[in-house]
């Protein structure tokens, strides 16, 4: 049965039962290598066909899945039963497919195009390229992955769109060791398969690790601090959750209130972008087939929106910003914007500090419903506007809102992470606890 053939059937169905209904196909791929040890120890070629089957009454939504596009007279009355069976207060939506949707060219194929000997022999070469010293004593891992995705949503209201992505990213682990072990971690992501440079990729991850050689403690206390975005990024995940407006709603963020007030630096600006120049996360429509677009989140330190479903949105009597993904809301492309510092001028503007270059502990130490953190982290002593001796076993406590209020400065470094870019930022204090 083709598709079209299907989605007749089964949308002439819902219509003679008094429903609407919606389809949501979905097939992705998935390769990845992992090398460790000197050989090739994951090796993955997957696909995946999935179909998601959606009816519409009186609020309610039954659904049922398949990986088969067969018998819609069965998956109805499957998802009838489940639509039965619904209890919820929070009425729930289609949508009819109105708005402007963004043109974008998401699929490059360079992935597909590039035979399994070449991926191998990438990761060959990241393994060993992770390696660049003999004061490297381990690469615990080197990874290769791409992915193709392509999306397909109708319902009977009129929504028809449709989109193919493809991607990848490779990150490779170095250790290094003296008296104790030092962990260095480098990633990028492409749009194609030449974006992917194993030996930069193996040699920065190798260059971190070699970096924390001769790591120690500093005395507690309060430091200016430059975040690198390698951390912050990290760090984000907190804002994440406080933006989403679900759990606003549900008195799990500590916005609530908060809109057009003021809860950042002046000089901080963060929204959440459809479209990014060579991120692998872009999106013309979100889970929904809501349009994406721009969405100012915080503008000069104002909080200016939230991110929104078609359920959340109902409830605060506005519209969905296009940001129902993987069953959550969640930012497309959060983007903090670049600010005019290169690194070497935040450096020189700390003075006299701390860079935090990583953080740990993110799940266990990080409340984002409170915002309070403690995190283990490593980086750099600075004085004097440069790099005095790296940092090791000290942890970095404070509320994540206070520590966007306290941003001095932010840099121009831009790197795209997963569904983040960031550029490095300067705070004026940060406890730190270490000797």
């Known amino acids: 049965m083709t598709y079209n053939e299907f989605k007749e059937k089964l949308f002439s169905i819902a219509k003679e039962k008094g429903f609407e209904a919606q389809i949501d196909l979905s097939e992705s791929s998935e390769f990845s290598l992992r090398y460790a040890n000197d050989d ?4 993955t070629d997957a696909s995946k066909f999935s179909v998601s089957i959606k009816i519409l009454k009186d609020g309610k939504i039954g659904r049922v899945y398949t990986e088969q596009l067969e018998n819609p007279e069965k998956l109805f009355e499957e998802a009838l039963k489940n639509w039965e069976l619904k209890d919820s207060e929070d009425e729930e939506f289609f949508y009819d497919g109105s708005g402007k949707y963004i043109e974008m060219d998401l699929y490059n194929g360079s992935f597909e195009k590039t035979s399994v000997s070449e991926k191998i022999e990438f990761v060959k070469k990241l393994y060993n390229s992770a390696k660049c010293d003999d004061r490297i004593v381990m690469v615990p891992y080197a990874m290769y992955n791409n992915f193709k995705v392509s999306k397909k949503i109708s319902n009977t209201l ?27 971690l480098w990633m990028e992501v492409g749009t194609k398969f030449s974006d992917l ?4 990729i193996g040699k920065t991850a190798c260059q971190n690790a070699l970096s924390l050689l001769g790591a120690k403690s500093v005395k507690s206390g309060k430091y200016r601090v430059i975040i690198k975005n390698t951390a912050f990024e990290d760090m984000l995940s907190l804002l994440i959750s406080m933006i989403s407006a679900e759990n606003v709603q549900k008195n799990m963020s500590p916005l609530k209130g908060k809109q057009n007030q003021k809860i950042a630096s002046t000089i901080l600006n963060i929204k959440d972008v459809p479209y990014y120049k060579n991120s692998i996360s872009n999106r013309p429509f979100d889970d ?4 994406t677009k721009e969405t100012p989140i915080i503008e000069n330190g104002i909080l200016k929106s939230f991110l929104y479903d078609l359920k959340t949105a109902k409830k605060d009597n506005t519209e969905s910003t ?10 497309i492309n959060l983007l903090v914007e670049s600010g005019e510092y290169d690194f070497e001028s935040l450096l020189k503007k700390l003075d006299d500090g701390i860079v935090i270059i990583g953080v740990d502990g993110m799940h266990s130490g990080a409340n984002p419903i ?14 004097n506007g440069e790099i005095s001796h790296p940092i090791e076993q000290i942890t970095i406590s404070g509320n994540f809102l206070q520590l966007l209020e306290k941003v001095e400065a932010v840099g121009n470094d831009l790197k795209i992470f997963y569904g983040i ?5 300067l705070i004026s204090e940060l406890d730190i606890a270490g000797e």
């Open 322 to 331: 296009g940001n129902s993904l993987g069953g959550s809301i969640r930012p």
């Open 197 to 200: 440079d194993p030996e930069k």
């Open 421 to 425: 870019i960031t550029p490095s930022i």
């Open 288 to 291: 929904e087939g809501v349009p």
């Open 40 to 43: 090739i120890d994951q090796y």
């Open 158 to 184: 009129g929504l028809d769109v449709s989109t193919t992505a493809d991607g990848g990213y490779s990150y490779a682990m170095a250790v290094s060791k003296d008296e104790s072990t030092h962990s260095g």
């Open 370 to 383: 409170s915002g309070n953190f403690s995190l283990g982290a490593r980086g750099f002593r600075i004085i």
